[in-house]
């Protein structure tokens, strides 16, 4: 009962900014514990990009610190990432993920609700 899906990925030149969005359907009585972005590249893990705990707190990769910005609207139900100063290296699908219970994570297996990505490409 929970549906997550990316939007706003796209190709850009470096330098240059996109911003993605997470759009929750969600039909669980409580908020998620955690919800985050992650990004895989071809032939790489899936690595944590940015965490969004449930008090607000966030946390951020140190390749993404500094230049992303993660946020929610808890009206809408939506999770964005500005990125910013975008790097040929920031090419990856994007994944935004939830999880209930407690606490956040980096861990992509700690996990249970993912969309379904949103390609980011940029050139140099």
């Known amino acids: 009962q929970v549906q997550l899906v990316e939007s706003g990925g796209g190709s850009v030149q470096a330098g240059g900014s996109l911003r993605l969005s997470c759009a929750a359907s969600?039909?669980?009585?409580?908020?998620?514990?955690?919800m985050a972005w992650f990004r895989q590249a071809p032939g790489k893990e899936r690595e944590a990009v940015a965490t969004f705990r449930s008090d607000g707190s966030t946390s951020y990769t140190d390749s993404a610190k500094g230049r992303f910005t993660i946020s929610k609207d808890n009206a809408k139900n939506t999770l964005y990432l500005q990125m910013n100063s975008l790097k040929p290296e920031d090419t990856a699908m994007y994944y935004c993920?939830?999880?209930w219970g407690n606490g956040c994570s980096q861990l992509a297996d700690d996990f249970g609700f993912w969309g379904q990505g949103t390609q980011v490409t940029v050139s140099s």
């Open positions: 993920a939830a999880k």
């Open positions: 969600v039909y669980i009585s409580r908020p998620p514990a955690c």
